[in-house]
C-alpha cells in the first residue's frame, strides 16, 4: 500500500468513484481522459478531481490528461488496492452474511478468510463459500491467521467486548458496522460505517427535494 503521511479523507472517499468513469471511457477507445470528462459524468468542480488525482503522484499530459491504464494503477496503489490484505469477519447475521457474498472487496484486494460466530447452526457452516468459524476460539485464531483487519457485525450490546478481544488477538484495523463508539488503543484504528446515518441522509435529501 502507499505510504501516506498526509491524506485528505475527501479525496480517498471520492477516488474510488473516480475508477469506472474512467473504465468506461476506456471501453469506448479513450486513451486518455481529462479531470473534466470524469468531473462532467460525476458532477464535480473539475479543479477538485484534478487535485484528487495530483494525490496519487500522477503527472498528466497538457491539453490531452492521463493515460487511462495510468491512471487506474495510481489510483488502486494510492487506496492500497493493488495488493491483497487478509480480513476476518465477525458477526454471520444479516449485514455480515451479505458482506460475505460482496464480490466487490476481492476487486479492491480485500480477502476474507473467515468468519466468526456464537451461532451454533452456523459454526462449522459456509456462508458465500467463507467457513464460519466458532467465536469462542477467535483469538486463537486470529494469531494463527496473522490477520491485522477485521469486520465486525455484531449486536451492539456485545461491540465492545468482541473489540476488546480483536485488539488483543493484535488486530490493528477495525472496520465497525455497529452503532458503538468503540474503544481502542491509540495504535488500533477504527472505520465507523454508520448505516442508520447513512438512511437519514438518503430521507432528509428526499424531503428537501419533494419540497423545494
Not at 473504465?23 to 486513451?31: A, P, S, T
Not at 488502486?76 to 460475505?100: P, Q
Not at 491485522?148 to 480483536?166: F, G, R, S
Request: proline share 3%.
Amino acid at each position: 500500500m502507499a505510504q501516506l503521511k498526509n491524506f485528505s479523507a475527501s479525496t480517498v472517499r471520492r477516488l474510488p468513484s473516480y475508477l469506472p468513469v474512467i473504465r468506461d471511457l476506456q471501453q469506448e477507445g479513450k486513451d486518455f481522459v481529462s479531470a473534466a470528462a470524469i468531473a462532467e459524468v460525476l458532477e464535480l468542480d473539475p479543479v477538485q478531481v484534478r487535485k484528487d488525482l495530483a494525490m496519487t503522484g500522477i503527472a498528466g499530459t497538457p491539453q490531452k490528461g492521463f493515460p487511462d491504464e495510468d491512471i487506474i494503477l495510481a489510483i488502486e496503489h494510492y487506496l492500497g488496492w493493488d495488493s491483497t490484505s487478509d480480513i476476518i469477519l465477525v458477526g454471520a447475521g444479516n449485514v455480515g452474511s451479505a458482506l460475505l457474498g460482496y464480490k466487490e472487496f476481492s476487486l479492491h484486494g480485500l480477502n476474507i478468510i473467515a468468519a466468526f460466530d456464537v451461532d451454533h447452526r452456523k459454526i462449522g457452516a459456509r456462508i458465500h463459500n467463507i467457513h464460519i468459524l466458532n467465536a469462542k476460539t477467535m483469538d486463537i485464531q486470529i494469531r494463527n491467521f496473522k490477520v491485522k483487519m477485521a469486520i465486525l457485525t455484531v449486536p451492539a450490546d456485545c461491540a465492545q467486548e468482541t473489540a476488546n478481544i480483536l485488539v488483543s488477538a493484535g488486530i490493528e484495523g477495525i472496520w465497525n458496522f455497529t452503532n458503538v463508539k468503540l474503544k481502542v488503543p491509540e495504535n488500533v484504528v477504527v472505520q465507523q460505517e454508520d448505516l442508520s446515518a447513512g438512511y437519514a441522509m438518503l430521507r432528509v435529501k428526499m424531503m428537501t427535494a419533494a419540497n423545494s
